[in-house]
């Protein structure tokens, strides 16, 4: 897999380890391997990876991951697709992402 990094240290994602109860839904639903199994729980492995799109936090049967889904780089390539236009996170100060 082609390892994809976004803007570095500034992801949402966040992991609450002591009530991960080691499932690895988190791990199956990430697009980006971002997470991995840690002597039974979840660990962030990429941060830099995560594009925000939410899937690892929705699918956690116990809220340990907490994600600001809808910000970032995920959001602005949606939003470009249902625009038609070019996708901007303003990640880079000049519009582009």
């Known amino acids: 897999m082609n ?22 839904l988190c791990l199956i639903v990430c697009p980006h391997q971002v997470l991995s199994l840690d002597s039974g729980k979840a660990r962030i492995e990429a941060l830099d990876r995560c594009m925000e799109c939410g899937a690892c936090a929705k699918n956690c049967p116990v809220s ?34």
């Open 3 to 24: 390892q994809l990094q976004y803007l570095k240290n500034v992801s949402t994602l966040t992991l609450d380890a002591p009530t991960c109860i080691g499932c690895g």
């Open 64 to 97: 340990a991951l907490d994600v600001h889904a809808g910000v970032g780089c995920a959001s602005a390539i949606i939003h470009g697709w249902l625009t038609g236009q070019e996708p901007s996170c303003d990640c880079s100060g000049d519009g582009s992402c």
